[in-house]
């Protein structure tokens, strides 16, 4: 006989109403928004038009460099540096490409386009110690530039689109002393990675949106060089071997300074990462962050979210597990409605989010992906605690 009393009841509103809640509590919810999406058909014509209008402003874009740093990357700057160097831009720019002397498959590459009129290509001696090459390949990027305003990027990221430049720098402004424009994983990469990467920079990009910026997981990072040269550079920071994007963001955004780009034209997609440099990837971030600014404020909302998650679901487990113990079909039948209902909701959150963000990712994954998510930073945590801290920094006892 199903009997139905307060037990019951109240346990069943709970789980149902969590199921309802939780869905909400949610950075797919929060994210930011794609800029210049503009309509299909005669409207989107009609957008192009507006958009002529428009190009006597955007004539007076600054002049602006282009700062590359290969090492090894003879593929990539063959398939990748021509991208950079056919820009449509309608004033002078510079992709300056700061190489590793001792790269000859690179500096091969460099030559066959050493007549390009936006190519002005340097090296690091081979000698260069007790900092991180790839600091020291950028500051010295920077001191060759002869423009205000600079762009880092990496080799191994392309842009979508030849307004990349254009795009990027119409938020070079006087207000503006960091801009940071969108960078994802191309479609072959796995979807638990893009999902990841996606969820970090929801978070990252609604920071700066607020004019709090933490750090800059994306590589694409434009800045001032005389911001650069005033704050003398990666002072603070030099030792460590990685995380150029996050220190130059969390050292020199200030409030409010800091512009987001997310118009489909200035974004850029990275190479599918190897294990190995994906594994890096997380185990370098856990040395860094504890170098930077404003970490507690960034870990809150992500903590918070991942407490509304769990909640969800181990009050849908306990449902079941008592209603079965219990014998309280009627609360069973709540924890199978508030499971189908957690499923659904945050299936079709984010699958508004991959649809607006370009990410052809299975919306059904989504929940497996969100518990995930913890998981696998508790086993990063587990194998950097297990590293050798002297293989993060260049200054080796």
């Not at 991180?132 to 080799?155: F, N, Q």
């Amino acid at each position: 006989m199903i009997s139905l009393d307060n037990t019951t009841i109240i346990f069943g509103a709970i789980v149902l109403l969590l199921a309802l809640i939780t869905p909400w509590i949610n950075i797919f919810v929060r994210r930011p928004r794609v800029e210049g999406n503009e309509l299909q058909g005669d409207e989107n014509s009609e957008a192009g038009d507006e958009t002529e209008e428009g190009n006597g402003a955007r004539e007076t874009l600054p002049p602006i460099s282009i700062i590359i740093t290969p090492h090894e990357n003879a593929r990539e700057l063959e398939e990748n540096l021509p991208l950079f160097l056919e820009q449509d831009y309608p004033s002078d720019f510079k992709v300056i490409v700061v190489a590793w002397k001792s790269d000859s498959d690179d500096e091969d590459v460099l030559k066959r386009y050493s007549s390009n009129p936006h190519l002005y290509t340097t090296y690091i001696p081979d000698s260069s110690r007790y900092m991180s090459r790839k600091k020291l390949a950028i500051t010295l990027g920077v001191k060759a530039a002869k423009t205000e305003w600079l762009i880092m990027t990496d080799i191994t990221s392309r842009p979508d689109s030849d307004q990349w430049l254009r795009t990027m720098a119409e938020k070079c402004t006087d207000g503006n002393n960091i801009v940071i424009g969108y960078t994802r994983y191309e479609d072959s990469t796995s979807d638990y990675r893009r999902f990841e990467r996606m969820v970090e920079d929801f978070y990252l990009m609604r920071e700066t949106k607020k004019g709090k910026t933490y750090r800059c997981d994306s590589k694409c990072l434009a800045f001032r060089k005389s911001d650069f040269i005033k704050g003398e550079g990666f002072r603070g920071n030099l030792k460590y071997l990685r995380g150029e994007y996050d220190f130059m963001a969390n050292k020199y955004a200030t409030p409010m300074s800091a512009a987001l780009v997310t118009d489909p034209n200035a974004w850029m997609t990275d190479e599918e990462p190897t294990n190995k440099q994906w594994r890096n990837r997380r185990l370098f971030y856990i040395e860094d962050r504890k170098h930077l600014d404003r970490s507690a404020r960034h870990r809150l909302p992500v903590i918070t979210d991942q407490i509304a998650l769990h909640i969800n679901w181990l009050a849908i487990i306990a449902a079941a597990v008592v209603a079965g113990m219990t014998g309280r079909w009627i609360l069973m039948a709540a924890a199978g409605l508030a499971l189908m209902l957690t499923i659904v909701l945050r299936s079709v959150i984010a699958s508004k989010a991959y649809n607006e963000w370009g990410a052809d990712i299975p919306s059904w994954k989504t929940v497996f992906y969100e518990i995930g998510l913890v998981w696998h930073r508790i086993l990063y945590n587990i194998r950097y605690a297990r590293t050798d801290k002297n293989d993060f920094i260049s200054h080796k006892i």
